[in-house]
């Protein structure tokens, strides 16, 4: 079946400008997470949805990062007032499961976020 | 906190070489250990894993073993081939958890 979809691929925002991301996870998958990569580090934490319920924000960078997951399959995470240091590759992953430290995480392939 | 060591890179091998890439890593209780490779222009996928001490994941020709003892869960393949140039990024996640902490990737390059 189809693996995870992220879009856009690629942004180009303004300092100062809104941004929404969008991920599409596996279909019936009740996890959700959110992670943050920038140029040559691994991924990041940032937020963990389990169904509609986003049980986990503690790796949002700042009060102007915000994620929904509203009917627990699509998920939006969105970026206030963009700064440069935002710059970096958001990836979405999703696995079968609720919480539980062996189900695989499928990650999608990213949107790359370039604040000029 | 939880946190991840890898061996920095890049390696560069040739064809048929034996390829080790070193991880470590700090954690409370029991984590589960992970490798993720990303081949160019595709996203992160797992490699292989490992749940509990002595397990040995093996996938593609490639193994690692849990060392608790050790704190270290070391990739290694015994003949790599060009197709296997990608970066590896060693992982865990705590028993009573679910993020994935990361290291910060090794580019491995295979020359034919």
């Known amino acids: 079946g189809a693996g995870v979809s992220q879009s856009p691929r690629y942004k180009v925002a303004k300092r100062g400008q809104d941004v929404a991301l969008r991920c599409d996870p596996i279909s019936g998958h009740v996890s959700l997470f959110w992670y943050q990569q920038a140029l040559g580090q691994g991924p990041e934490f940032l937020t963990y949805?389990?169904?509609?319920?986003?049980?986990?924000k503690s790796g949002l960078p700042s009060d102007r990062f915000f994620a929904e997951r509203p009917e627990g399959s699509v998920s939006t995470l969105k970026i206030q007032r963009t700064q440069q240091e935002d710059s970096a590759v958001y990836l979405c992953?999703?696995?079968?499961?609720?919480?539980?430290?062996?189900?695989?995480?499928?990650f999608g392939p990213g949107t790359r976020l370039t604040v000029l | 906190g939880n946190s991840v060591t890898q061996m920095e890179g890049p390696v560069t091998l040739s064809e048929e070489a034996f390829l080790t890439i070193n991880c470590t890593y700090t954690a409370t209780g029991y984590p589960s250990l992970f490798w993720y490779v990303q081949y160019p222009g595709e996203g992160l996928q797992l490699l292989l894993k490992?749940?509990?001490?002595?397990d040995k994941g093996s996938n593609k020709g490639f193994e690692a073993t849990y060392r608790k003892e050790t704190t270290s869960f070391h990739l290694e393949k015994g003949s790599v081939q060009v197709s296997d140039s990608a970066v590896y990024f060693c992982a865990l996640s705590r028993s009573n958890d679910y993020k994935l902490s990361f290291g910060a990737g090794t580019t491995v390059t295979v020359r034919a």
């Open positions: 949805f389990q169904n509609e319920a986003q049980l986990d």
């Open positions: 490992a749940t509990k001490a002595d």
């Open positions: 992953a999703s696995s079968r499961r609720d919480r539980g430290s062996t189900d695989t995480q499928y």
